[in-house]
């Protein structure tokens, strides 16, 4: 039996219930895992609550993204051995001492990533690679705006686009999160979000901004539709507010002929291939310093009500790690 954080029913962060699971041995395709740092993230809310459905259905252990080591495999594995220190992203049940994983999902981590920051970019650096790189392709000069500037996503988003040479434009909700913003690379960081198109206008002398990422969601939409320019993309990327309701898409005409996307890791990383080249470009950047990964909290596990009750009221900035 393994400690572990399972959700028996949906509801608020009381209904993570830190217990003593059963681990199989792998099976085929399969690696044991031994985590050595879990990583929180905004989506373990949306299926906490029901948001999003957990495929196996109820009881399930929460979480999404992780690093550990490997220590055992199953019949025909042949991606990671015992032995591996590996991260992985986008698979519920990281919220454990130990785990099954299918092998093909594992990542190995080069020796100067150490497993707390795996923990913390796994799911949060690799969304903002293809964000950044895939879903569009931020380039010196491009004005981009990215709501939730001082969160885990945020934070990341800021220095990778402000080291691809963008004018780097973010929302936060408070003084302190707009000194944290741009001291990780957000050149210009606005306080609330009543009325940040006027600002954005201002910021860019009327020119609007090629791309918006938003992972904010209900409570930004429609206005940030108002910071992009003609032919420009919207990426609503998240819900940390609630979900966008039903619009009518003739707004995107009205303006400006936008483009719009609801992007997801899980497409752009389905492909083993995909996974690599994503985790490798970002170990790449944060190897070399460019990016840095801000653990700003680190939680026991056993503590993790604590820490949704946190990032819920978004009391948490950066990347945030709980330790089984
Ligand atoms: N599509 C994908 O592939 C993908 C992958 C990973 C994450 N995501 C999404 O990316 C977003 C950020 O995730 P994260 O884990 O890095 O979380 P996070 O940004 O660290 O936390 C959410 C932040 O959203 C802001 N926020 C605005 N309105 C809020 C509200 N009503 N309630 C709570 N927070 C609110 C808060 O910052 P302020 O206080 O500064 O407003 C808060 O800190 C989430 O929407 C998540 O679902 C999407």
Redesign the pocket.
Known sequence: MVAAVRVHKHGGPEVLTYEDVQVPAPGPGQARVKNHACG????DT?FRSGLYPAAGGLPFVSGNEGAGEVVAVGPGVTDVKVGDRVGYTSALGSYAAERIMPADRLVKLPDNISYQQAAGMM??GM?VE?LLHRTFKVQKGMNVLI????????LIACQWANYLGANVIG????QS?ADLAKANGCHHAIVG?EDFPAKVKEITDGKLCEVVYD???K?TFPASLDCIKPLGLFAS??????SIEAFNINILQTKGSLFCTR????TYAAKREDLLSIANNLFSVVGSGKVKIPVNQTYALKDVRKAHED??A?K???STVLVP
């Open positions: 929180l993230n905004y989506i949306y799911l949060k969304t293809y709501h939730a500037a001082a969160g885990g996503i945020g929302t936060v909700s408070s999160k979000y992972g904010v969601g409570a990327f998240g819900n940390a507010s609630g992007p997801t890791l899980n990032l819920e978004r948490t900035t950066g």
